[in-house]
């Protein structure tokens, strides 16, 4: 496994497993999770793989976010990226602060993804219960 850009090295990586969504056909539930300043969360599936995208194919994650006091209610900054065939992709890290996270990215070749958030906050973050969509 390789890391894309190495000055964005995470200062933890954890493996959060996702259950399939009984009602949405191709939707996967996120666990609650407590993240902190540069920690990297990966999501995988129940077996610890990835989803497998062709080309062209998205992968989208959807949540919710506890109010933060230090922001006054408002949300936290969150990154998101994504390793594919087992290199961390951070270039270019798109990061926003929200209450609702929601992002997607388009497989640009084919392969095996995960989808992963990293804390851009200095205070904690704490996700709600989200899901993982591929369409």
Request: aromatic share 12%; charged share 25%.
């Amino acid at each position: 496994d390789e890391i894309d850009v190495r000055e964005s090295v995470p200062s933890s990586i954890s493996y959060f497993a996702v259950t399939p969504d009984n009602v949405k056909e191709n939707t996967w539930n996120t666990p609650e999770i407590i993240f902190t300043n540069g920690a990297l969360i990966v999501f995988t599936k129940e077996d610890g793989s990835g989803w497998h995208l062709e080309k062209g194919e998205t992968i989208k994650f959807s949540g919710e976010t506890y109010p933060s006091e230090i922001f006054n209610g408002k949300g936290q900054t969150i990154g998101y990226s994504y390793i594919v065939n087992g290199k961390l992709v951070m270039k270019n890290l798109a990061a926003e602060a929200t209450l609702n996270p929601e992002h997607e990215f388009t497989a640009k070749e084919s392969g095996e993804y995960y989808f992963c958030l990293i804390c851009c906050s200095s205070d904690s973050i704490t996700l709600k219960e989200g899901n993982i969509t591929v369409k």
